[in-house]
């Protein structure tokens, strides 16, 4: 489905874009794995992708630093190419209820969220438009694909900077949209409901706390990191080109307001 596009998905070490890093593999992409820290698991990523035959390679960058960005699309360019498809997925917590946040706490999560999407976006699209539509490999010039979440919508207490980061990728997400849409640059975003990775171990490692989390999902089970990837590949391919600033939420009905189910 994706044979001969080149994809970078940041944060591809674990989680979320370690199973979209191979999804990408599986659909025939070549994949560039980036991480900040975790060497060794991003390797065993690339090598689970070239195991079947696509071809991975291991870059190191922090998204929130503009010079570690510029390089590693510089580097892309000069090892596969051009790029074809980014995955905006990097993004982290550091939770704490209001009156106690630091600024460090804000400002490390507004950084790698939002500021470190804007980054990768920004200078994937300069080859977007360098390089053009190939109609051999896309009927698009390039694919965006923003990581977001549920709480692009859903506030969420104690989580102030990371649901206010979520809730301005949605912004970015459909002006850059707007703006690029006339190239033939598609952006859109995934928005992942509770899915079982290492950021919310807390809420579904225990019973209690599985029991508790199941409740705010009507479909009653939390997700796997492969059906955000599997929601990924769609909206990365051509199947899906007339797709353009849409938010596609991956979450078993979280945003469906469970509360109401009964009563109200
Ligand atoms: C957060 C998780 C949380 C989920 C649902 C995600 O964006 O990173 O920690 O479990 O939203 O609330």
Same mark, same amino acid.
């Given at each position: 489905?994706?044979?001969?596009?080149?994809?970078?998905?940041?944060?591809?070490?674990?989680?979320?874009?370690?199973?979209?890093?191979?999804?990408?593999? /599986?659909?025939?992409?070549?994949?560039?794995?980036?991480?900040?820290?975790?060497?060794?698991?991003?390797?065993?990523?690339?090598?689970?992708?070239?195991?079947?035959?696509?071809?991975?390679?291991?870059?190191?960058?922090?998204? !929130?630093?503009? #010079?570690?960005? =510029?390089?590693?699309?510089?580097?892309?360019?000069?090892?596969?190419?051009?790029?074809?498809?980014?995955?905006?997925?990097?993004?982290?917590?550091?939770?704490?209820?209001?009156?106690?946040?630091?600024?460090?706490?804000?400002?490390?999560?507004?950084? =790698?969220?939002?500021?470190?999407?804007?980054?990768?976006?920004?200078?994937?699209?300069?080859?977007?438009?360098?390089?053009?539509?190939?109609?051999?490999?896309?009927?698009?010039?390039?694919?965006?694909?923003?990581? !977001?979440?549920?709480?692009?919508?859903?506030?969420? %207490?104690?989580?102030?900077?990371?649901?206010? !980061?979520?809730?301005?990728?949605?912004?970015?997400?459909?002006?850059?949209?707007?703006?690029?849409?006339?190239?033939?640059?598609?952006?859109?975003?995934?928005?992942?409901?509770?899915?079982?990775?290492?950021?919310?171990?807390? %809420?579904?490692?225990?019973?209690?706390? /599985?029991?508790?989390?199941?409740?705010?999902?009507?479909? /009653?089970?939390?997700?796997?990191?492969?059906?955000?990837?599997?929601?990924?590949?769609?909206?990365?391919?051509?199947?899906? #080109?007339?797709?353009?600033?849409?938010?596609?939420?991956?979450?078993?009905?979280?945003?469906?307001?469970?509360?109401?189910?009964?009563?109200?």
């Amino acid at each position: 489905m994706l044979k001969g596009q080149k994809a970078l998905v940041t944060g591809a070490n674990s989680g979320i874009g370690k199973a979209t890093a191979i999804a990408l593999g /599986r659909a025939g992409a070549d994949v560039v794995v980036n991480y900040v820290a975790g060497r060794e698991d991003a390797e065993k990523v690339a090598e689970e992708i070239t195991s079947f035959g696509g071809r991975a390679a291991v870059y190191e960058a922090d998204v !929130s630093d503009e #010079d570690q960005v =510029v390089a590693m699309l510089d580097r892309m360019i000069q090892d596969f190419g051009t790029i074809d498809i980014l995955v905006a997925n990097a993004g982290l917590q550091r939770d704490a209820p209001f009156t106690e946040m630091t600024l460090a706490q804000w400002q490390k999560v507004l950084d =790698v969220n939002l500021t470190g999407q804007f980054l990768c976006a920004r200078e994937a699209t300069k080859e977007f438009l360098r390089r053009g539509v190939v109609p051999e490999v896309s009927s698009a010039a390039g694919k965006i694909v923003c990581m !977001s979440s549920v709480h692009q919508l859903i506030p969420w %207490a104690g989580h102030a900077n990371y649901a206010t !980061s979520k809730g301005g990728l949605q912004m970015m997400m459909e002006t850059l949209a707007q703006e690029l849409a006339p190239q033939k640059i598609r952006v859109n975003a995934v928005a992942p409901g509770a899915i079982k990775t290492p950021i919310n171990r807390s %809420a579904w490692e225990t019973p209690e706390a /599985r029991a508790d989390l199941l409740r705010l999902i009507p479909y /009653r089970r939390i997700g796997d990191p492969e059906d955000i990837a599997n929601a990924v590949v769609g909206l990365s391919s051509d199947l899906m #080109d007339y797709v353009v600033g849409t938010t596609l939420y991956v979450d078993g009905g979280m945003t469906l307001f469970p509360g109401f189910a009964t009563g109200g």
